[in-house]
Nanobody, 126 residues
């Protein structure tokens, strides 16, 4: 079974940057697509970004496009989310998710990802 562990969250000021990491176990992880979701208190969990198995194709929510970058290093079994120009509205618990399917469809749906991490908190002050 694949296990995902997020790290890199913290408390920052608006305009600052953070890089989240998602470390994965499992020898077949490099074949998995991966996504990042976030959930603020009292709000629905929302899609942030996704990346295919090779790292060649990426997709972003409109709210983070141009500010966030998703990438992966399959030699390290790690997926990253580089977050620049952070805003208070980016404050949320960020989750890493992965699925063995290579289909890059319905990427904003929680049901499209079988494996989930425990989340890492990102707090952006104004």
């Amino acid at each position: 079974q694949v296990q995902l562990v997020e790290s890199g969250g913290g408390l920052v000021q608006a305009g600052d940057s953070l890089r989240l990491s998602c470390g994965a176990s499992g020898r077949t992880f490099r074949n998995y697509k991966t996504g990042w979701f976030r959930q603020a208190p009292g709000k629905e969990r929302e899609f942030v970004a996704a990346i295919n198995w090779s790292g060649r194709s990426t997709y972003y929510a409109d709210s983070v496009k141009g500010r966030f970058t998703i990438s992966r290093d399959n030699t390290k079994n790690t997926v990253y989310l580089q977050m620049n120009s952070l805003k208070p509205e980016d404050t949320a618990l960020y989750y890493c998710a992965a699925d063995e399917s290579s289909l890059m469809l319905l990427l904003d749906r929680r049901e499209s990802y079988r494996y989930w991490g425990q989340g890492t908190q990102v707090t952006v002050s104004s």
